[in-house]
């Protein structure tokens, strides 16, 4: 009964920025990370970055300093902050959460169903 729902893909100049949003709805008893995950024209799905319930984050090297991973305070919604954007930052994004959606249940891995962005002049 999870969803996440991205939202803010689309058409972008180099060096522009774009901020992405994923929600998550549903029955959610504990988020333990929500993420980003892309996959650009013809390659696999890399990680971008994630957060931690704790507010703790990671980023892909490829990425640092450029990009910022944010949470609000209720951890239901997740942003992506994306600046000096390339052309390979092209690529579907999609929104990933790890979570418990009632309490005695096992965490499990939810996905969105992506969004595009395209950095291009």
């Known amino acids: 009964q999870v969803q996440l729902v991205e939202s803010g893909g689309g058409l972008v100049q180099p060096g522009g920025s774009l901020r992405l949003s994923c929600a998550a709805s549903?029955?959610?008893?504990?988020?333990?990370?929500m993420g980003w995950y892309r996959q650009p024209p013809g390659k696999q799905r890399e990680l971008v970055a994630f957060i931690t319930h704790g507010g703790g984050t990671n980023y892909a090297d490829s990425v640092k300093g450029r990009f910022t991973i944010s949470r609000e305070s209720a951890k239901s919604t997740v942003y992506l902050q994306m600046n000096s954007l390339k052309p390979e930052d092209t690529a579907v994004y999609y929104c990933?959460?790890?979570?418990?959606?009632?309490?005695?249940?096992?965490?499990?891995?939810?996905w969105g169903k992506g969004t595009l962005v395209t950095v291009s002049s």
């Open positions: 990933n959460a790890h979570l418990t959606p009632v309490l005695g249940d096992y965490a499990r891995n939810y």
């Open positions: 549903g029955t959610i008893f504990s988020i333990y990370t």
